[in-house]
């Protein structure tokens, strides 16, 4: 089961990268991690913004959407993680506004893409 949704997520992730690039957004990094807080799926940049983002994928919705499955916990650690990616990142001369963007990825239980969509400032930062 683990093998199966870590796939299902990878897919998210790299259908989530080829939406982005469509819209505007430069990729700067995925999968940023933090020692007991998790990671950030990817940075990006988007018209002068640094932009952290959550890929949210599921297959049917027995389970709700991708975007309800987020929880205020999860919420939080992202918000952390957004802060330690700005500490560790100080020299690299990021932009100054920043936001939190969740892009929901539906897939069919064929596993064919459903929907994908991108939902800026989705979470407060």
Do not use: W
Not at 98 to 108: F, G, N
């Amino acid at each position: 089961m683990r093998g199966a949704r870590g796939g299902l997520g990878r897919l998210g992730e790299d259908l989530a990268v080829d939406h982005l690039l469509k819209h505007g957004y430069t990729i700067r990094e995925r999968n940023y991690r933090v020692a007991q807080l998790g990671e950030i799926d990817i940075v990006a940049e988007e018209a002068g913004c640094l932009v952290f983002v959550e890929v949210r994928t599921r297959r049917g919705r027995a389970y709700g959407t991708p975007e309800e499955s987020i929880t205020v916990a999860k919420k939080l650690r992202l918000v952390e993680l957004a802060m330690s990616y700005r500490q560790s990142h100080e020299a690299a001369g990021l932009p100054v506004d920043q936001r939190i963007d969740v892009v929901a990825v539906e897939m069919t239980p064929a596993g064919r893409l459903f929907r994908i969509e991108i939902i800026k400032s989705a979470v407060g930062a």
